[in-house]
């Protein structure tokens, strides 16, 4: 059984940032390949960012691009989302998602969620 845990989320002002950090247990971390997703109030799911296993390919939203950051330590067992100049249309819960499979390799596309573990989530809230 693996179990994905976010955390890191909370209230910032516009302009602001916030780091989100996620990591799993029951499995092998270095196996996984990770996702950021967030679902805005009264909105679907979306990608917000991915990263391979070993980290050497990432990729991001358009609307992450240039304000987000994720990267992973595989000795620590943790994936992090940097978010910087946070705007409110970021306001979402944000969670972390990970698969053994093939992801985020030669494309990305936020729609695609055929991730295999997902966590509850952590809520980013920015104010205007």
């Known amino acids: 059984q693996v179990e994905v845990v976010e955390s890191g989320g909370g209230l910032v002002q516009a302009g602001g940032s916030l780091r989100l950090s996620c990591t799993t247990s029951g499995g092998h971390f270095e196996d996984f390949n990770m996702g950021w997703f967030r679902q805005p109030p009264g909105k679907d799911r979306e990608g917000v960012a991915c990263?391979?296993?070993?980290?050497?390919?990432?990729y991001y939203a358009d609307s992450a691009k240039g304000r987000f950051t994720v990267a992973r330590d595989n000795a620590k067992k943790i994936v992090t989302l940097q978010m910087d100049n946070l705007k409110p249309e970021d306001t979402a819960r944000y969670f972390c998602a990970a698969t053994p499979f093939d992801y985020c390799r030669r494309s990305y596309s936020p729609q695609d969620q055929t991730m295999d573990y997902w966590g509850k989530g952590t809520q980013v809230t920015v104010s205007s």
């Open positions: 990263i391979r296993w070993n980290g050497d390919t990432t």
